[in-house]
């Protein structure tokens, strides 16, 4: 033992064996410290623990102080050693339910039992030392391995992020036979719990716009229309991109990734701007292949919607339609069975769009871009309904729409929910300007007749002739001049 490093507290009655016992530990190079009380050698003690306490059982107890009560003890971290004499001997009842090294006995000679107490101390206290070493090696390990748990899991939720987005691709498979892009995009990212919020821009028809949709999903932040000051002839142009981002940012806050949606432009027609739920979805979730997905998922929309329609579609002309009608109430001309032989059970549907009509007349200075609306009009009902149908247009009022009667049911019903439903606001130059108009289409049943037909139709344009008979003209007509006038 090294003076210094262990210490020994003494609390004993009798002085005599205070020296005789401190004589035995100054041998060893320790000099003990007594103490004559318990009051004294209970704060003593709880300044600084010894390596040993040998107490009198006599002093066990001093007012209201008692031995057991003090925290060491109670705590099982005193080492305690009882010296009795002959007379005390029986006072070591009290001792017995105390954690404690063992008794001292009164003698001539303490040197030897002392040697085998401090032996045993010694031992005890490397035996400590070593569970101390073993308990911290093992927290140690323990918190690596709860590191390496937690890397694990992290790998693990890595690896599922990287394949959630094949799961994410297969979702959108589904809805392949969307009629709009968006649609598909809406219905996809609301069943993904990872996306907190998403908005959509694309480019308007004269290029001179950033539109976003119209959503009604608590995910979709919708972005105001965004005057880019220039026509983007060929997408969405860089500064277009910085633009949109700054203010997707502005409105969805940092950290967002962006998509780009290209068409047969090399800039995009369309950004995505998703805001993830947490950090390890942003950072580990291939965004880059689900980008490259939907560039082809959308070609395959572009390429259905832009497409012309096919000349077997449509009537070539009002007078063709009024003609094929009138074979189910006067019966087939002869040319009419050599080319067409069997005609099928047919019906007809009309679609009344005066209420566009009228919208387009009260906005006269906001222009429509009539041709586009057409064809995606039809396409996208195509893509909606998969229904075999043939169309005309009679003016721009109404389309009539001729289908087996089989299909009748499935497509009035279908034809009247796309009708409702379709964004006829986003073939407005100035889109915001109409936002809040409602476009209300009508479908109906029409009798195969040319005569029933166009009775109707003329009734719907009188009808519409009279609603807008007081509306500000957008131009002035100005009859040319004769040789009479001049």
């Given at each position: 033992m090294v003076e210094g490093k262990v210490s020994v507290a003494l609390l004993l009655s009798d002085l005599s064996e205070v020296k005789e016992i401190s004589s035995v530990f100054k041998k060893l190079g320790v000099i003990p410290h007594f103490y004559e009380d318990l009051k004294t050698f209970w704060s003593?003690?709880?300044e600084r623990s010894p390596a040993l306490c040998i107490v009198d059982v006599k002093k066990m107890s001093e007012g209201d102080l008692v031995l057991r009560d003090h925290p060491a003890v109670i705590a099982e971290e005193m080492p305690l050693l009882f010296y009795y004499t002959q007379n005390t001997e029986p006072l070591l009842v009290s001792t017995h339910h105390f954690y404690h090294l063992g008794v001292l006995k009164q003698s001539a000679h303490y040197e030897g039992p002392l040697k085998a107490i401090l032996r045993r101390l010694n031992k005890i206290s490397s035996l400590e030392q070593h569970?101390?070493?073993?308990?911290?090696?093992?927290?140690?390990?323990?918190?690596?391995?709860?590191r390496l748990e937690v890397a694990l899991r992290e790998e693990v939720r890595a690896d599922n992020y990287m394949s959630m987005v094949k799961s994410v691709c297969?979702?959108?498979?589904?809805?392949?036979?969307?009629?709009?892009?968006?649609?598909?995009?809406?219905?996809?990212?609301?069943?993904?719990?990872?996306?907190?919020?998403?908005?959509?821009?694309?480019?308007?028809?004269?290029?001179?716009?950033?539109?976003?949709?119209?959503?009604?999903?608590?995910?979709?932040?919708?972005?105001?229309?965004?005057?880019?000051?220039?026509?983007?002839?060929?997408?969405?142009?860089l500064f277009a991109q910085n633009m949109a981002t700054q203010v997707a940012i502005d409105i969805m806050g940092g950290d967002l990734v962006s998509l780009l949606i290209r068409g047969e432009s090399s800039r995009p027609d369309k950004i995505i701007f998703i805001k993830s739920q947490n950090e390890t979805f942003f950072n580990n979730f291939d965004w880059n292949m689900l980008e490259a997905y939907l560039n082809g998922f959308y070609a395959t929309f572009k390429n259905k919607i832009d497409s012309p329609i096919e000349t077997n579609k449509k009537f070539s002309s009002s007078f063709e339609a009024m003609s094929f009608v009138d074979q189910y109430l006067f019966g087939q001309t002869v040319s009419e069975v050599v080319n067409n032989k069997n005609i099928e059970d047919m019906r007809l549907v009309d679609l009344d769009l005066s209420s566009l009509v009228q919208l387009v007349l009260k906005k006269a200075t906001n222009r429509f871009f009539w041709n586009r609306f057409s064809t995606e009009f039809i396409n996208k009902l195509e893509i909606q309904t998969r229904i075999d149908f043939r169309f005309f247009?009679?003016?721009?009022?109404?389309?009539?729409?001729?289908?087996?009667?089989?299909?009748?049911?499935?497509f009035f019903d279908q034809l009247k929910d796309f009708s409702n439903r379709f964004q006829y606001w986003k073939y407005f130059e100035d889109s915001e300007g109409v936002l809040s108009q409602l476009v209300s289409p009508k479908v109906t049943m029409s009798p195969l007749s040319a005569h029933a037909y166009l009775s109707k139709v003329l009734k719907t344009e009188a009808d519409l002739k009279e609603a807008v008979k007081d509306q500000k003209r957008a131009w002035t007509f100005i009859e040319p001049k004769t040789s009479l006038d001049i």
């Open positions: 003593g003690t709880l569970y101390h070493m073993l308990k911290v090696t093992t927290s140690a390990q323990k918190e690596q391995i709860e297969l979702d959108f498979e589904n809805y392949r036979f969307e009629a709009d892009f968006f649609k598909a995009i809406e219905k996809v990212f609301q069943g993904i719990d990872e996306i907190e919020e998403f908005s959509f821009l694309e480019l308007s028809f004269n290029g001179q716009k950033l539109l976003s949709p119209v959503s009604h999903l608590k995910k979709f932040r919708n972005i105001p229309s965004l005057w880019l000051g220039q026509a983007c002839t060929n997408g969405i142009e247009d009679y003016g721009v009022a109404n389309i009539g729409f001729m289908v087996r009667a089989s299909d009748l049911d499935v």
